[in-house]
């Protein structure tokens, strides 16, 4: 792993916007609707990034086709201002060139990750072949300039000392009622119906959420960042990491979250977003 020992600022650009008296912050729903919504089909992962598996139901529906967030959960991030991305094969992601703010990160289409093979241990993630996946979904939320604020707040907090909270811009909310099961180093979780919903790398200096709270669909968790085991050297971009687990025979598989993120999305912009063919 590589440690981020310099926070890449595009100067200039920091230069203006910090000089700004007021910088408009799209957090409506208005704004998540210029988002053009398309996807990709769910295990339509980047080209030679991953394994998806072709496990069907009886009927012949794809397993990774369905929306295992049911029944009518939430967007992970209010308004639906997020894009399925991953954050290791796209700009500024791990080992690959770029800037993790490049706008093309914050457009659309959604891409499913969840698949994808990474580094660890094999994990049981029900619509991939076996393999050290993924096994969550990469949403990179808000816009291109949340981002670029994003930075230079993380900036003026490690180097000034300033308040964690400027650098909340992009909310993650609980996708349906439950209860806080587990707060880690750089997760939360939200156990509802059975299914256990992981949050990673979240501001864990501003969490707005405490073990064993009950907390009802779209209370707020906290705000996304980039959280991670920083001090063993990970690293990581601006994103939310979101998994759905399942406890099955005593062991708790993955469940593919990528159509319970577009269903969610549908369902919150009440559009039909498009398949890219
Ligand atoms: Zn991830």
Request: aromatic content about 8%; charged content about 20%.
């Amino acid at each position: 792993m590589t440690s981020r020992n310099e926070l890449p600022l595009a100067a200039a650009l920091s230069l203006v916007l910090l000089t700004t008296a007021t910088i408009p912050l799209s957090t409506d729903v208005a704004s998540a609707t210029k988002h053009a919504c398309w996807y990709y089909a769910p295990g339509n992962l980047i080209p030679d990034t991953g394994k998806p598996s072709d496990e069907r139901l009886g009927d012949g529906t794809k397993l990774n086709e369905l929306d295992w967030g049911e029944p009518h959960g939430l967007n992970p991030i209010p308004g639906a201002r997020g894009i399925a991305q991953s954050q290791v094969y796209n700009p500024g992601g791990y080992n690959t060139p770029g800037d993790e703010c490049d706008a093309s990160n914050f457009s659309g289409p959604d891409r499913d990750n969840y698949c994808e093979l990474r580094i660890g241990k094999d994990r049981w993630a029900i619509g991939c072949k076996p393999g050290p996946t993924h096994a969550g979904l990469d949403i990179k939320a808000g816009t291109r300039d949340d981002c670029l604020l994003m930075r230079i707040a993380q900036e003026r907090i490690l180097n000034n000392g300033e308040d964690p909270k400027i650098a909340d811009l992009v909310a993650v909310q609980a996708v349906q009622d439950g209860v806080i099961t587990t707060i880690g180093t750089f997760s939360v979780d939200l156990v509802s119906m059975g299914r256990l919903y992981r949050y990673m790398h979240i501001n864990m200096k501003t969490i707005q959420v405490k073990l064993g709270d009950s907390v009802n669909k779209g209370k707020i968790l906290g705000y996304m960042y980039d959280d991670y085991n920083k001090s063993e050297g990970y690293w990581t971009t601006f994103h939310l990491h979101w998994e759905i687990r399942f406890p099955m025979n005593g062991e708790e598989v993955f469940l593919p979250p990528y159509m319970a993120f577009i269903r969610s999305k549908e369902r919150t912009l009440n559009a039909t977003c498009q398949l890219v063919q």
